[in-house]
């Protein structure tokens, strides 16, 4: 597995994991101060494809989603395409890019996202009015 951060990159090994405040915490090896793990905050965590955990039937992965096109209910009209997860505690969004430009944030949910086919890289949703 790799660290990445701006223009800075690493080999990384997990040493050990603990969790604070129900959040994981991991310790590398290698990066044995305070210090030294500030300098890799917010570094992207690369993991080859065949290290991972697959998710299971109905889960996905950000990486899934991400790239996906946004089409409305049972029509092919676009909404946008998927260009980010954002997660801030209880409900998880997707930040769809219209077509038009600008931000739209759709819930992750089932009664939502109806249609998700990773495979094609297509999610159907059905938009309350006003969305």
């Known amino acids: 597995m790799r660290l990445e951060k ?10 050990s994991v603990w969790y ?9 090896a290698g990066i044995d101060s305070i210090s030294q793990a500030e300098e890799w905050e917010g570094a992207d965590i690369l993991v080859p494809g065949i290290e991972r955990v697959r998710p299971g039937e109905g889960e996905y ?14 029509t092919e009209d676009q909404v946008g395409v998927v260009r980010g997860i954002e997660e ?43 969305l």
């Open 20 to 28: 604070h405040d129900g959040r994981p915490i991991l310790k590398f």
């Open 61 to 74: 992965t950000h990486a899934d989603l991400i790239g996906c096109r946004v089409l409305r209910n049972d």
């Open 88 to 130: 801030y505690g209880a409900s998880v969004l997707l930040d769809v890019e219209p077509a038009g430009g600008g931000e739209l944030l759709v819930p992750f949910a089932r009664e939502i996202c109806r249609e998700i086919d990773i495979k094609r890289k297509l999610i159907r949703v059905w938009l309350p009015p006003g």
């Open 6 to 15: 701006d223009r800075n990159s690493r080999v990384a090994a997990v040493e």
